[in-house]
């Protein structure tokens, strides 16, 4: 988690910090501070070393403008990395801004299987919700539709639903708000010209395995960070054409 990110090498460097996080995801830094607040011997670290303080961004305002903070890290969106940046005065920054991340399937090796399985798991671990999620799939021509057909029946056969039962692989997002905004984008693409193979419904804050083609590279699901379960297909001509299309986006994050 982005949390612990940041948090080792701040101990590792024997610096004393302060972690805000998200207001709507708490739990798992309150349970790093738990971790770290009952070390012992050696693993004990010094009163006052570090606080985990959950609130919102506007009460978290100060650690910004501060200049007892040496230095600002975030993990977020670009919107809110760059207004940041530009409170923080004269410490030093540290953003890491989202991703579009894609894959090129030039090859089906060791076999269609593991690919397709590599695939499922970087496009809809955690709902889509990973800033290096698999989000645009560029498919060597020859393969597209053995690839195309067998990721979109996998994907269909992923459980959607509560993310305490274990069959359950895609879980709700963090809110209805933005499994709405994933489904507004979809529809978009959808208006288009845009094909869905799989998925494509929502229920709540529940949006489906979703695995689309023939998106347009002017719609948001293909040239914006989605963070959503959703992935694009699209075939490839050569190796030299598909890199040029993974490096037509603004993230630079992750690629594969």
């Not at 101990?11 to 805000?20: D, Q, R, T």
């Not at 910004?64 to 975030?74: A, C, G, R």
């Not at 690839?147 to 069959?167: C, H, I, M, Q």
């Not at 293909?222 to 075939?235: M, T």
Request: aromatic share 6%; glycine share 10%.
């Amino acid at each position: 988690m982005p949390v612990a990110h940041k948090v080792a090498p701040a101990i590792a460097a024997g610096c004393p910090f302060v972690v805000k996080p998200s207001d709507r995801t708490p739990v798992g830094a309150l349970m790093i501070g738990e971790i770290l607040a009952s070390g012992t011997g050696d693993a004990e670290m010094p009163k006052g070393s570090f606080s985990v303080v959950p609130c919102t961004s506007e009460d978290a305002d100060p650690l910004t403008i501060s200049p007892l903070i040496k230095l600002l890290s975030f993990t977020g969106s670009p919107r809110v990395g760059w207004y940041l940046k530009e409170r923080a005065g004269k410490k030093k920054v540290t953003l890491e801004l989202g991703g579009n991340a894609a894959c090129i399937i030039d090859d089906l090796v060791p076999s269609l299987d593991a690919v397709v399985n590599s695939l499922i798991t970087g496009a809809f671990y955690q709902s889509g919700q990973s800033c290096i999620s698999v989000q645009r799939v560029l498919i060597r021509s020859d393969l597209y539709r053995q690839v195309a057909t067998a990721f979109a029946v996998a994907a269909s056969k992923l459980k959607s639903g509560d993310p305490r039962l274990e069959d359950t692989f895609v879980g709700p997002m963090i809110s209805v708000e933005e499994a709405d905004r994933v489904q507004s984008w979809l529809q978009d693409a959808c208006s288009k010209g845009a094909k869905v193979l799989s998925g494509g419904g929502r229920k709540g804050a529940i949006h489906e395995a979703t695995v689309v083609e023939g998106v347009p590279s002017e719609c948001e699901i293909w040239k914006s960070e989605v963070f959503g379960p959703l992935a694009c297909l699209e075939p490839y001509d050569t190796f030299e054409n598909a890199i040029s299309r993974v490096n037509e986006s603004c993230y630079g994050l992750h690629a594969g």
